[in-house]
């Protein structure tokens, strides 16, 4: 009985956000960033390694440089004094599309340094945007919906593009289907220019930074999810290629598979956040990652690696609580300069992890790794301290 009361609970507000101007302009632009980014990140190993030859260190260095832009995520406080936030989320988008598409123009390892740093420009500030919009313009209680069906949209959109290069890629120079990716994402982010979203009704944001000390257990599990996850994004692929000779087209029907997982688990995530808390879902996260980073040291079978992989992004899709216990412990106009802060934190590590962990690789492949697993085990012991207040929800508004 319950469990039907809350499916229709979770199924009446699902068909209300179809109404909601907002979900419809961030699905518009999260689809778009999606197609555009897992386009470069699925071809980007097999591109930077067959095609230009680049070795673990210079894969660090690049891996670097596009983790600046989230490092000067900050400074999305000061545009936001010029351009307004939903117009600077459909401008980030514009400008991943455009660093993708300079990407196959380029094929060099300088070209790739440059090019990586315009699309990691356009990726970090609409992440940190559309984080922030989501927060704003939504309940306590709606906002993890909302994130797991953006996120249950991109995994489809991850699907498409991972059968698409799969079924092409024998037909295309890699060249090419850079361009053919980046020009699709600059034509979505230039239709939405044409949207219009926003509620004026809300709390007017804090153009200016937030550094308060009741929000230092979200700092530190921001800094901690973003050295672990530059050890993930860096490594764990480039380890595939690199020491099991994985072609593009297995990565391709990994990240297929992948995202068929995370289609359906990303909304049962988000539900589980309402019914049984933050707490519980990010210790299950970090336990779990936990075993998985040890894992990636010492298996040795490409089966495994594959389900290892899987399970470790389905455990990221987690991370989402991290926002939502920050949102119900916020102040409101606190939200967007929060949200800017909150990812320069998360990649203060990431600026230098994938060099040092670059130059240990060459030592031993399996350190970075390792560190990932005490990175993780130690986000655990951080998350035993999350409390949420307890709250009325608000209820859903059209927008």
Same mark, same amino acid.
């Given at each position: ?72 995520? &900050? ?45 990691? &420009? ?278």
């Amino acid at each position: 009985m319950f469990v039907n009361c809350g499916s229709f609970y979770v199924n009446n507000m699902l068909r209300q956000f179809r109404d909601n101007k907002l979900y419809h302009y961030l699905l518009l632009l999260s689809i778009a960033m999606a197609a555009g980014f897992q386009g470069w990140r699925t071809m980007f190993n097999n591109f930077a390694v067959d095609d230009i030859g680049i070795n673990g260190f210079q894969n660090g260095v690049i891996q670097s440089v596009r983790e600046v832009p989230g490092f000067l995520s &900050l400074l999305v406080i000061y545009v936001l004094l010029i351009i307004k936030e939903h117009r600077l989320a459909a401008v980030s988008v514009l400008l991943l599309g455009a660093g993708v598409t300079a990407t196959g123009l380029f094929p060099s390892f300088s070209g790739l340094v440059v090019c990586t740093l315009i699309m990691s &420009l356009g990726f970090h500030y609409f992440q940190t945007v559309n984080q922030s919009l989501t927060l704003q313009y939504f309940a306590h209680n709606e906002a993890p919906l909302i994130m797991g069906s953006v996120n249950s949209y991109v995994a489809l959109t991850n699907i498409i593009v991972g059968i698409i290069i799969w079924s092409v890629s024998g037909y295309f120079d890699f060249s090419y289907l850079f361009i053919f990716f980046g020009i699709a994402v600059m034509l979505a982010a230039l239709y939405s220019f044409r949207l219009n979203p926003i509620n004026k009704d809300l709390p007017v944001q804090q153009k200016k930074m937030i550094l308060k000390r009741k929000y230092s257990l979200f700092y530190l599990l921001h800094f901690l999810s973003g050295a672990r996850r530059q050890i993930f994004v860096v490594f764990v692929v480039f380890m595939m290629v690199e020491k099991y000779h994985f072609s593009l087209q297995t990565i391709a029907i990994l990240f297929v598979i992948n995202n068929v997982v995370n289609y359906f688990m990303a909304p049962f995530i988000g539900r589980m956040i309402n019914k049984i808390g933050e707490r519980f879902i990010l210790s299950c996260e970090y336990l779990s990652l936990t075993i998985i980073f040890l894992s990636y040291a010492f298996v040795d079978s490409k089966i495994l690696l594959f389900a290892l992989y899987i399970f470790n992004n389905v455990f990221y899709s987690a991370a989402m609580a991290i926002n939502t216990y920050f949102q119900k412990t916020a102040d409101p106009e606190d939200i967007a300069p929060s949200m800017a802060v909150s990812f320069t934190i998360n990649h203060i590590s990431a600026i230098v992890i994938p060099v040092i962990g670059g130059a240990l690789w060459m030592y031993n492949w399996r350190i970075p790794f390792i560190s990932g697993s005490v990175i993780a085990l130690l986000s655990l012991i951080l998350a035993q301290k999350v409390k949420i207040p307890k709250q009325k929800f608000v209820s859903f508004k059209k927008i």
